[in-house]
């Protein structure tokens, strides 16, 4: 697989990552950058994330044969809209959108003989500039792709081999079905460590001084970019107000417990949570496991 | 400071660590574990935590100078009923609970000439087992002591030196103040973890095997023992429920917001939040920064 020029369009912490990753596995010749904050695409050119920039996103795009969107998802269809007339015929588009339903919009967009297919590495953080970007950010992670019945069969596998090759272990998903399964799982505990947050303080105004570790791990993700977050939030907010409303029957249940009094119920509570948690610590020692495999095969031993 | 004699009742990960933490230290000669698993104290002994145990918590604590309570808070009071006609005059008790109102209960059971101040080491994980007790686990953390009106003035001071000698940043709050802090910034966050977990299982069942390192982050302290959880929830409740109470509101907030797909409402709460939790961010540069220092300190260098 190699790309002769491909364009990042949102130069932040996962494009500037995914440029840093094609270049390192000799994957591309030229990597053409576009974003909103010259200093930014500047600055990027620099640090050889990319090789050039345009301020102009449908030039940005020109004669490239991979282009990927890797900017807040509230300005993708815009952006795509934007694009759409200077987009080489046989080029692959991917977005690393958080939210995938909004795929069948943008692949209805882009002409005949160009291939759109949806990406969500899991490999974002509470950093979004290009100053953590980092080569290995996709090594070991998850990345879903969410190809539809639209979909061509080849940029399917060429967008998946892709993100093998970054050494992302990629999985297929529905649109909706991931958008219902991220709700739960990446939204809503973003929107409540951002609410956690702000009741902390409405409580106690000095109260956050005093947090550990545990308010700090809970609430690390309220260091997200707003901006971001407001997009994936208005974008997947059907999904967000049923599971938020999930939710509210848990907590409403614990409430009732403590004005109760209810110490067994409590415990009951707490530990069909930690038993089901348990689940992520294995993952987690797997994927550890993975990583050094992939270390060690990556290192020709 | 030396104590000839140093009784921990509840040899978990706070107790043990404390063991290691004083003899690392060379603040104690002997030090005799009490708890209800005679398995974990003769895998303490062999570890080298303590020298000696009892299953019986009077005995354990015959002649100490310094007693520690470790356990669940559920059972302080039993606990110090127990013991209270076996503790040597001018010995000083101090219990590690992350709940302290409770402290005016236990003080009025120890008998006259004996010391009893409450401390609160933020050092706890979703870890609870001897094998994770490491000797330098309060080193550079905060330690919250909360002395009464009762608490005699020595015996404060020995506590406070005797933390501050582990590498603690010592401070010292009111019980009842500090029992409202820590529902906000602790107790209401290990809820969250927990019920979010539940509420993730109960939306999707198979979504948490999707989940990225936000998701892990943000429930990590659902792996904390229920049993310890339940407790401090129980002892805490008022507080516990004043605080959901506000959360809820600020929910309630995201949601209307939500429903009405207000994106710069949404993005205001979020960045409030991101504003306020940078805070941390900077105390915890400047925690490292410390524990840099006495560890350099420490070296002798």
Known sequence: MFFERVAILGVGLIGASFGLAIRVKGLCKTIVGHGRKEQ????????GIIDAYSMDAARACEGSDLIVLATPVGILKQLVGEIAGSIKKGAVITDVGSVKSIVY???SLVPAGVS????????GSDQSGIDDARADLFRGARCIITPTENSHRAAIEEIASLWELLGSRVESLDPHKHDRIYAAVSHLPHLLAYALVNAAHG????CIEYAGQGFKDVTRIALSSPELWRDISIFNKDNLINVMEILQENLDRIHDLLVAGDASGIEKE????????LVLSNDNQRSAANSADSMTAGSGL
């Not at 409580?203 to 000095?206: C, Y």
Request: hydrophobic share 35%; net charge positive.
């Open 116 to 123: 759109y297919v949806g990406s969500h590495p899991i490999a």
């Open 203 to 206: 409580f106690s105004d000095d």
């Open 40 to 47: 930014n695409l500047r600055r990027a050119k620099e640090l």
């Open 105 to 107: 919009d943008l692949e």
């Open 270 to 277: 707490f530990s069909r949570a930690q038993r089901l948690r």
